[in-house]
């Protein structure tokens, strides 16, 4: 400890130091006690909150409101802290002197990294992330002679990004102050959790409209009328009520409603602003499921599914259904898409429907569409009957085999045909359409289309799982707002945690290989951790010239050295750094398989070529997504569609200004002031575009077949309402 002239503080000399460096003493519990007792009467600088800068000479009346005002201090500055070593008197062995560090201070001990990633275990256990990168940040304090504690010795500066204020409560010190289910864990918080059924009907019951339609409450009743939709009775007043709650905190939540020629409510769609910028940043492949069922009438709960850059589910959308029509489908999907401001999504994943199937066909004709495996595994003991549940289980066996073991189109086609010959269901109807569908829902057949992960056997793993748990047949529409909040605000507090992973911490890396180290820089923690087993299995990968094709394109065969019976074929074009495996797993995933990874390593390609690192899986993937769509927003500026695609940028962009400005007092007041400049701009720019064309708030009504569309948004200036024409 350095030496203090100030002839208060105890003797350091005839002290003794005790270090607590060890990682595992990195947890700081730290009480919460109220707030620390400062005696420093010098002019301070506050942080916000309360929270004032450190200062060398500050006092306090204990240790231990010391090391609370430095916990609240870091967790204003965002950052966690840990007790790194003392100093006990030599006199009667109490503690004279305290250091409190980020952290982040010092280096993990490589004795401990290899100890968690070394022989057969490192496929079982992965090595815990790296937090420490010797940080100098830390404030020591020492005791006085007349019992009041000082700060020392001080360094505010850090060598690493300090946490944004959304993320704070995944700090380690700050962890037990925190209750993510007390508070939302995302800017985009909803004002309905904690709402009981009474609250949302007073909501429904509140004013004469329902969003922003008007007409009287005797009208209101006839509009809901007797549908399937309109007898829930206080169900449905509950649905009026979320409706009203949301479009109140979301000035650009959409709801659409499908009326029928008696002008009855029938089905429903909404999408929130944080769904519409997921959707903007990740519309490459969209899961539609109706799998789900609500309330006594096992009415179709269908969400408009998506995967964000950590592999996690995200919603771009909800509605409920009166039925599954093709008619039904098409004004569904028709109202996402024009809620998506018109951009068609890469691809769109199914359940096994001919009806869906033929109202993706019209409604998305640029969009790719395949059915998703899960639903045809599930509906095979219906479809099947004693075939599939009689025991033995040979047929489920050897069905199981054949969709998900084929490796060629050749063994797929053999299999099948054997299938059939063996149990004798060449008269099967349901086998005979699966087999012509083949080349939308077989692995060996979809495998050069990219699914994101959202294609598996198990539901977990499939299109759709983020409503598990929360919705079922079971769950009234009075309950079911609670469960769709809950649901949401879940999903993303462990967005939110999987962001704190990735740039917070660091991975452990297994090999010394350059690309393995580039991939840990890039991707998010999830996405590196696939790459990162595919680096490791490569390693035991033989790797074996097979022929050229015009001296530019050489030919490999690459299979493990105990599975020399099971190989895969590389194609790898030299000159170009394009490389395609007989796996498919890039084509399929966005994911470099071990196989190419082995052929990179054979022919000296120590770093990962551009084309092969997926924007849509890199931590700054919304970032460059966000980029990539302004030229096309600007192209549609006019237009109502690009209207709505800029007011979630801009939403977007205000949200992050908020979040980066409670930093401290001084960066608030820079943030406000930024934005208060901001928007005197803009309005002078309004008044200076003397054509400018008027902003209107989209509030559009349009005919789906036999039944009228209400479409609603917030701060909607008019509303119209058609009736369907009945010739």
């Known amino acids: 400890m350095e030496g203090e002239n100030s002839g208060e ?164 010190s700050h962890k037990e102050e925190c209750d993510p289910n007390k508070s939302s864990s995302n800017s985009f918080s909803s004002p309905l959790i904690g709402l009981n059924n009474s609250s949302l009907n007073a909501l429904a019951e509140d004013g004469n409209s329902f969003g922003k339609v008007p007409f009287a409450v005797q009208t209101r009743v006839n509009y809901i009328g007797r549908g399937r939709l309109s007898t829930f009775g206080i169900d449905a007043q509950s649905l009026l009520g979320f409706f009203k709650a949301m479009q109140a905190s979301d000035p650009a939540f959409y709801y659409a409603i499908q009326v029928d020629e008696e002008d009855r409510l029938s089905s429903v769609f909404w999408v929130e602003t944080r769904s519409r910028i997921a959707y903007s940043c990740f519309s490459d492949v969209v899961a539609f499921d109706t799998t789900y069922q609500v309330n006594q ?55 096994y429907d001919s009806a869906i199937g033929r109202a993706v066909q019209q409604v998305f004709p640029n969009s790719s569409h395949r059915y998703c495996k899960w639903h045809i595994m599930s509906k095979m003991p219906k479809e099947m009957g004693v075939v599939y549940g009689a025991l033995p289980k040979t047929f489920q066996v050897e069905f199981d085999r054949c969709v998900n073991k084929s490796e060629t189109t050749d063994e797929f086609e053999s299999a099948w045909q054997m299938l059939l010959d063996k149990y004798n269901l060449r008269g099967n109807d349901w086998l005979q359409s699966l087999y012509i569908d083949r080349k939308l829902w077989v692995p060996v057949h979809v495998r050069d289309t990219f699914f994101a992960g959202m294609n598996a056997a198990q539901r977990s793993g499939s299109m759709n799982s983020l409503f598990d748990g929360y919705v079922n047949a079971r769950t009234t529409l009075q309950d079911f707002a609670e ?92 000159t170009e750094q394009i490389a395609t495996c007989s796996c498919k797993m890039f084509e399929f995933e966005g994911i470099l398989c071990r196989h190419v990874l082995a052929v990179f390593k054979a022919t000296n390609v120590f770093i990962l070529p551009q084309h092969y690192i997926l924007k849509r899986w ?73 054509n400018a064309p008027k902003l209107d708030t989209m509030a559009s009504t349009s005919n789906r077949g036999d039944d009228a569309t209400i479409a609603s948004q917030g701060d909607s200036s008019s509303l119209i309402i058609t009736t369907p024409d009945h010739q």
């Open 297 to 351: 009438y096992k009415m179709p709960f269908a969400p408009f599914t998506g995967v964000n850059h950590h592999k996690q589910s995200v919603l771009f959308g909800c509605a409920l259904l009166a039925d599954e029509t093709e008619s039904t489908f098409i004004w569904l999907f028709t109202s996402w898409l024009e809620a998506m401001s018109g951009r068609q999504p890469g691809l769109v994943i199914t359940d």
């Open 483 to 574: 469960q769709y909040e809950k649901a949401l605000n879940d999903r993303y507090e462990k967005e939110s945690k999987e962001e704190f992973e990735t740039f917070y911490t660091k991975p452990v890396l297994k090999t010394p290989l350059p690309v393995e180290k580039q991939a840990a820089e890039i991707y998010t923690r999830k996405m590196f951790s696939i790459f990162q087993d595919e680096v490791f299995e490569s390693l035991v990968l033989a790797v074996k010239l097979s022929g050229e094709e015009g001296g530019t394109i050489k030919k490999y065969e690459v299979a493990r050295f105990d599975e020399e019976h099971k190989v895969y074929f590389v194609d790898f074009n030299i």
């Open 9 to 172: 503080a105890k003797d350091v000399g005839s002290s003794y130091m005790v270090s607590l460096e060890d990682e595992g003493g990195e947890c700081c519990a730290v009480e919460d006690v109220g707030a620390a007792m400062v005696l420093d009467d010098d002019p301070k600088e506050y942080l916000g909150g309360g929270v004032v800068e450190p200062t060398l000479g500050m006092e306090f009346t204990s240790e231990e409101d010391a090391r609370n005002f430095y916990n609240a201090y870091a967790k204003q500055t965002g950052f966690s802290i840990r007790v790194n070593s003392y100093y006990r008197s030599k006199k009667d062995n109490s503690i004279i002197s305290r250091e409190f560090c980020c952290s982040k201070e010092g280096f993990r001990r490589e004795r401990r990294a290899k100890r968690v990633d070394s022989g057969d275990d490192a496929k079982r256990r992965r090595a815990r992330p790296i937090t420490r990168e010797g940080c100098k940040a830390l404030m020591t304090v020492r005791k006085r002679d007349n019992e009041k504690w000082y700060v020392a010795k001080l360094e505010k500066s850090h060598n690493h990004e300090l946490v944004t204020p959304a993320m704070r409560h995944f700090l380690r």
């Open 618 to 690: 890199t931590r700054n993937a919304k970032d460059v997504a966000m980029l990539h769509i302004l030229p096309s927003v600007e192209m549609q500026g006019n237009s109502q569609k690009g209207k709505n695609l800029q007011y979630s940028i801009l939403y977007q962009e205000a949200i992050k200004c908020a979040e980066e400005g409670l930093a401290s007092d001084h960066i608030f007041k820079v943030a406000l002031n930024a934005l208060r400049e901001a928007r005197i701009n803009i309005m002078a720019a309004k008044k200076n575009a003397v």
